[in-house]
């Protein structure tokens, strides 16, 4: 009784602690989205008055760089956050037995998701240090002509499927190994390890809506998979990942996991239809927009146009109450244009138009519609500044310009 | 205990939703009533009793989540 009410006090001071502070005041955005004013859990903290009334943020449409939590995930985590602290490889008291009993119930959860066996499962701090796991592999091969394909499952830019199930009939046929980073695919579309002869297979926990900080990598065992480990130390995980499992961000990836499988019709299917409504009510009102990646085998989450005569970063500036980007988020400080648009053939000044929309499973129809009509108008306005769009309201062919050098 | 009733099964619908509406950030608020409302319509001609008390007793553990977090 006790033990709930210091729970419940613990979790509504973590569920009341603030936000990320804005890098700008509030003052003079038009920003959206109303949420109780955040209260500040250290006192006196910062220069800025607390705001007296519900605080506007922008509205989140960039599931593919980071998902919020589910409530359910963070629900399964706290009590390992709070009372239940053990260090999973403690053997001989309590603690530890139910924080390895939480991180193995975890590991069973993450397996189920992708059929495989708990046991082919190990915990990493993500996707990016299971890719290192997995390459890493192809220098300790022992073969010469052993060789690994290496392939993303869902396009985190564009949204593209990979034939997953084709390329590995023919790695396994051809007897080389196939690596898949899964990221942005595992619980919004089905994957199965076996059916898709995948022998390793990367899973990040902040993008199916579970914590930071943790993932895990997928070796397959039969036929085994030999691995070098990245880190050493205590040989936890069977040796290939050694370092304390941090229990309470596992059982949020388990419990990420486990919602995932639940709710994957169910997002697919809503998801499906926001996506739809985005692109065909931004493609009738505004011309010269190209969808970027094959229509076909695309994840509707994850969308990518190309606005012709606008330039993309002053797009994203445009629309600053709806929290978006151009390419991926790992390569956002460059000023490049995406090398998966320039890998699929996209005009360089196509490319540079590009603006990524993400759907996840908290997106409302209200935010799309509100995206929708900003991005129209924004659209609009930058053409009507552009001089290149007047040219061809003219008449002219941009193509066939013979710019001056000067 | 005894299988839920139409009624129990109305109020449980009733009691979510009205915890649901506590959630602070907007994208959980609408995410929970919009999921209950789907979840609840989508079972409403469940007629085995074995499932329905498997469903209400999931509703029952996730209304317990909605008031811990909102």
């Not at chain 1, 908290?362 to 108008?377: L, N, P, R, S």
Request: charged share 25%.
């Amino acid at each position: 009784m006790l033990l709930r009410a210091a729970w419940r006090r613990a979790a509504v001071a973590v569920t009341a602690a603030p936000g990320p502070k804005p890098a700008a005041p509030t003052r003079g955005l038009r920003l959206r989205v109303g949420d109780h004013a955040p209260q500040s859990a250290v006192p006196a903290d910062t220069a800025a008055a607390p705001e007296a009334g519900p605080v506007l943020r922008p509205l989140y449409m960039d599931v593919q760089a980071t998902t919020p939590l589910d409530p359910r995930v963070l629900d399964a985590m706290l009590p390992y956050l709070i009372n239940y602290y053990g260090n999973p490889h403690s053997r001989t008291h309590a603690y530890g037995w139910e924080s390895e009993a939480a991180m193995e119930r975890a590991r069973q959860q993450v397996a189920s998701l992708i059929g495989a066996d708990p046991r082919e499962i190990i915990f990493t701090s993500g996707a990016t240090e299971s890719n290192n796991i997995a390459i890493k592999e192809l220098e300790a091969a022992i073969q010469p002509d052993t060789s690994l394909v290496s392939v993303m499952t869902v396009n985190n830019e564009i949204g593209v499927k990979q034939p997953i199930a084709e390329i590995g009939r023919i790695c396994s046929s051809r007897k080389v190994y196939f690596h898949t980073d899964a990221a942005q695919a595992v619980g919004k579309i089905p994957l199965d390890v076996n059916d898709m002869k995948i022998d390793l297979m990367s899973i990040s926990g902040h993008k199916i809506y579970g914590p930071k900080g943790v993932g895990a990598i997928y070796i397959r065992r039969r036929p085994r998979v030999r691995v070098e480990a990245l880190q050493s130390g205590g040989g936890q995980e069977r040796g290939m990942r050694s370092g304390t499992v941090p229990t309470p961000l596992v059982v949020g990836l388990g419990a990420a996991c486990e919602v995932a499988q639940q709710e994957m019709e169910y997002d697919h299917k809503r998801i499906s239809k926001l996506s739809e409504r985005l692109i065909q009510n931004i493609m009738k009102s505004l011309p010269d927009v190209v969808m970027n990646g094959d229509p076909e085998h695309h994840y509707p989450g994850c969308i990518n146009l190309s606005f012709a005569y606008v330039e993309g970063e002053s797009l994203l500036m445009a629309l600053k109450d709806v929290a978006l980007s151009s390419g991926s988020a790992c390569t956002s400080a460059s000023l490049e244009p995406s090398y998966v648009l320039r890998a699929i053939g996209t005009d360089e000044d196509l490319a540079h138009s590009s603006i990524r929309f993400g759907i996840g499973r908290f997106t409302t129809e209200e935010e799309v519609d509100y995206t929708v009509e900003k991005c129209i108008q924004h659209v609009k306005r930058l053409r009507e500044m552009s001089p290149l769009w007047e040219m061809v309201q003219d008449g002219i062919d941009l193509k066939s310009i013979k710019w001056t050098q000067h | 205990m005894a299988a839920s009733s139409r009624a129990q099964v109305l109020d449980l619908y009733r009691a979510m939703l009205r915890e649901s509406k506590r959630f602070s950030a907007y994208n959980y608020r609408t995410y929970a009533v919009r999921r209950i409302r789907d979840a609840f319509r989508e079972n409403k001609n469940v007629k085995d009793p074995v499932e329905i008390q498997t469903l209400v007793n999931k509703a029952k553990r996730d209304l317990g989540i909605i008031r811990r977090q909102a």
